[in-house]
């Protein structure tokens, strides 16, 4: 059950009936169109939340609340809990606010207890999470800020059900300690499968030829196929029908006043079969202007429209982030193979201009050894001849002489 209000710009809102005070009989209605009627003294205390028994579990909330802020003092001062001690700079990361749809952190938590904001214990744990599960959102999970949002989330969740509990350290060390093991078990498992191992006796056996690592093979274009596939699922979502088409400039004229760069998924596909787009990069940065424009249009966060911002982007940085990752894994391979190509290269010519010399080698020695022994056989056979000839002169001179 929800009421549709209607705000003076027109926009329309489902609200809760929690969220809404019905006006008094007796009140003074305000001449003015627009304009609040007053709530009496007497009023907001009746709006007021009452502590109920049991919010606060076995103790009361100001003396819980005391304990909690303690506990956050003593693990701030650890050097793992730094990043998570303020809120994110957004300078630094401008696209967190269009990942993480609700940002907190130890010391905003701290003030909410300082001014008692949360009226159950429950509520504060349910913020306490947010920690791990905005650094799992925006970080890649398994990283190592990862691994220490979930730490710190651990400890300070196990320090808030433990009433009795008033030095958090000792249960920094218990908790670090159980994530240690748990990894090992993990690790170990993994070890322990029956999916194919890589153990040392074997590969020690192995061909030389099959000993070598595998080399990676990765199209350094199969980025844009990514991006075909990742806008077929953008035009699925329900979400996304805001951004399909261009804004109406009709039903919203302002709209090129405020927005410099107007974008759409509908352009962006566009850009894309036209193949406009040399990398992803250039792709990503259009699909995070559509966001910008919605937020910076429409920054009313309560709107319809922001909230299908936030979900929808959350779920773009994710896809977004497996384009480009696998983009800049295939450069580095192509950049990796690039020498090796060249060395095969290398190689066959040396050993192509080797084997021609030798060949001409060989060809040389033959036809030199055939030379000198043509010239050897020809100057045994005029020697032959001469000695013949000599010889016939001899017997004929010896002849004349005995007559």
């Given at each position: 059950?929800?009421?549709?209000?209607?705000?003076?710009?027109?926009?329309?809102?489902?609200?809760?009936?929690?969220?809404?005070?019905?006006?008094?009989?007796?009140?003074?209605?305000?001449?003015?169109?627009?304009?609040s009627v007053p709530?009496?003294?007497?009023?907001?205390?009746?709006?007021?939340?009452?502590?109920?028994?049991?919010?606060?579990?076995?103790?009361?909330?100001?003396?819980?609340?005391?304990?909690?802020?303690?506990?956050?003092?003593?693990?701030?001062?650890?050097?793992?809990?730094?990043?998570?001690?303020?809120?994110?700079?957004?300078?630094?990361?401008?696209?967190?606010?269009?990942?993480?749809?609700?940002?907190?952190?130890?010391?905003?938590?701290?003030?909410?207890?300082?001014?008692?904001?949360?009226?159950?214990?429950?509520?504060?744990?349910?913020?306490?999470?947010?920690?791990?599960?905005?650094?799992?959102?925006?970080?890649?999970?398994?990283?190592?800020?990862?691994?220490?949002?979930?730490?710190?989330?651990?400890?300070?969740?196990?320090?808030?059900?433990?009433?009795?509990?008033?030095?958090?350290?000792?249960?920094?060390?218990?908790?670090?300690?159980?994530?240690?093991?748990?990894?090992?078990?993990?690790?170990?498992?993994?070890?322990?499968?029956?999916?194919?191992?890589?153990?040392?006796?074997?590969?020690?056996?192995?061909?030389?030829?099959?000993?070598?690592?595998?080399?990676?093979?990765?199209?350094?274009?199969?980025?844009?196929?990514?991006?075909?596939?990742?806008?077929?699922?953008?035009?699925?979502?329900?979400?996304?029908?805001?951004?399909?088409?261009?804004?109406?400039?009709?039903?919203?004229?302002?709209?090129?006043?405020?927005?410099?760069?107007?974008?759409?998924?509908?352009?962006?596909?566009?850009?894309?079969?036209?193949?406009?787009?040399?990398?992803?990069?250039?792709?990503?940065?259009?699909?995070?202007?559509?966001?910008?424009n919605a937020k910076?249009?429409?920054?009313?966060?309560?709107?319809?429209?922001?909230?299908?911002?936030?979900?929808?982007?959350?779920?773009?940085?994710?896809?977004?982030?497996?384009?480009?990752?696998?983009?800049?894994?295939?450069?580095?391979?192509?950049?990796?193979?690039?020498?090796?190509?060249?060395?095969?290269?290398?190689?066959?010519?040396?050993?192509?201009?080797?084997?021609?010399?030798?060949?001409?080698?060989?060809?040389?020695?033959?036809?030199?050894?055939?030379?000198?022994?043509r010239s050897s056989?020809?100057?045994?056979?005029?020697?032959?001849?001469?000695?013949?000839?000599?010889?016939?002169?001899?017997?004929?001179?010896?002849?004349?002489?005995?007559?």
């Amino acid at each position: 059950m929800c009421d549709i209000s209607s705000w003076d710009n027109n926009e329309l809102e489902k609200m809760s009936p929690w969220d809404m005070e019905q006006i008094p009989e007796n009140a003074t209605y305000p001449e003015e169109i627009g304009a609040s009627v007053p709530v009496t003294p007497e009023e907001l205390k009746d709006l007021l939340y009452k502590p109920q028994e049991g919010d606060w579990g076995s103790c009361f909330a100001n003396e819980e609340c005391e304990r909690i802020i303690q506990g956050i003092d003593q693990l701030l001062a650890l050097e793992i809990a730094a990043p998570f001690s303020a809120p994110v700079d957004l300078n630094a990361y401008p696209l967190y606010c269009t990942v993480v749809a609700y940002p907190t952190d130890l010391i905003t938590i701290r003030r909410k207890l300082e001014n008692r904001f949360y009226r159950t214990i429950s509520g504060l744990m349910w913020e306490v999470r947010y920690i791990e599960h905005n650094a799992g959102t925006f970080n890649e999970l398994g990283s190592p800020i990862v691994k220490s949002a979930k730490l710190i989330s651990d400890v300070l969740l196990k320090f808030i059900r433990d009433q009795n509990c008033t030095n958090i350290l000792e249960q920094y060390e218990k908790t670090k300690i159980e994530e240690l093991s748990d990894d090992e078990n993990d690790k170990a498992s993994e070890l322990d499968s029956d999916a194919p191992g890589t153990s040392s006796d074997t590969i020690l056996w192995l061909p030389r030829q099959l000993n070598r690592r595998p080399t990676l093979n990765v199209d350094v274009n199969t980025w844009k196929e990514q991006c075909r596939e990742f806008l077929n699922l953008m035009f699925q979502c329900e979400d996304s029908e805001p951004f399909r088409q261009p804004v109406d400039l009709f039903a919203y004229p302002d709209y090129r006043d405020i927005i410099d760069t107007p974008m759409d998924f509908n352009m962006v596909k566009e850009t894309l079969e036209a193949e406009n787009y040399e990398t992803p990069l250039e792709f990503c940065k259009d699909v995070r202007l559509i966001f910008s424009n919605a937020k910076a249009y429409t920054p009313n966060k309560k709107s319809r429209i922001y909230n299908m911002t936030l979900k929808l982007s959350a779920l773009v940085e994710t896809q977004i982030k497996n384009i480009v990752s696998n983009y800049k894994l295939a450069l580095k391979c192509q950049k990796k193979n690039k020498p090796r190509q060249k060395y095969r290269k290398r190689f066959k010519s040396s050993s192509s201009s080797q084997s021609s010399s030798k060949s001409s080698s060989r060809s040389g020695s033959r036809s030199t050894s055939q030379s000198s022994s043509r010239s050897s056989s020809q100057s045994r056979s005029s020697s032959r001849s001469k000695g013949r000839s000599s010889s016939r002169s001899r017997s004929r001179s010896g002849s004349r002489s005995r007559s």
